[in-house]
């Protein structure tokens, strides 16, 4: 069985503040793809990033950096400098690629004050 | 290429009434997945077809609820009699294989 846990349900920061969302994942699948979705209030999912089981490097993209550590199973997400519009909820999921089918965390919802 | 598209946007039902929705796949996709994201909650697998098969429906409730990718047209997800907790969010998502899946904007089910 495969499961993600995000165990932050909600963090509230202060614009210009660094923020660190923490996704743990559990699967026997030795190939697999883990993502991050933000969802913000208008409901639609914007894929953020897939990173593949075989991959640790870690990733920068403009203020957002993921840090992928297959020892603990975690694939944790970073905002620097975080703005008003980073406000959302955030799923981390893990793809099984034999099965097809995608697992989710609950989601932890960000709320950055101006 | 246009992305996954889902029709309606939003849905409204009284209980008893039938849901259809619908899941146009991106072009080239033959894999298409659905989804249901309750009020608070995060996205529950439902069900993954292929054309004109369904691989795995684990995640299907037993009862009123079932799917369809015909050879021609789109993904239908269908709910019989609908009630107060069918009210949802509901995600389709398409693939060319099973290594990567793109999601549709969902459709929003009330059911009043």
């Known amino acids: 069985a495969q499961k993600v846990t995000q165990a932050q349900t909600e963090i509230s920061v202060v614009e210009k503040e660094d923020v660190t969302l923490d996704c743990v994942y559990e699967?026997?699948?030795?190939?697999?793809?883990l993502f991050w979705y933000k969802q913000p209030p208008s409901g639609e999912l914007v894929f953020l990033i897939r990173r593949n089981s075989f991959d640790e490097q870690n990733e920068i993209s403009g203020r957002y950096s993921w840090n992928f550590q297959k020892s603990t199973s975690s694939f944790n997400f970073t905002i620097t400098a975080s703005q008003v519009v980073d406000s959302a909820v955030y799923f981390c999921?893990?793809?099984?690629?034999?099965?097809?089918?995608?697992?989710f965390g609950d989601g932890t919802t960000l709320t950055v004050k101006p | 290429n246009a992305g996954v598209m889902q029709n309606p946007r939003h849905l409204v039902r009284r209980r008893g009434q039938e849901a259809r929705l619908r899941c146009s796949p991106m072009k080239g996709h033959s894999h298409v997945y659905w989804y249901r994201q309750l009020p608070e909650e995060g996205l529950k697998f439902m069900v993954y077809l292929q054309k004109e098969n369904i691989i795995d429906e684990s995640g299907m409730p037993k009862e009123r609820f079932s799917a369809e990718f015909p050879k021609e047209g789109p993904s239908i997800l269908r709910i019989q009699q609908v009630v107060r907790g069918d009210s949802a969010a509901y995600f389709c998502a398409s693939s060319p294989t099973t290594g990567d899946q793109y999601f549709g904007p969902g459709t929003r089910l009330t059911v009043l």
């Open positions: 699967t026997r699948d030795t190939t697999y793809y």
């Open positions: 999921a893990l793809l099984n690629t034999n099965a097809g089918k995608s697992t």
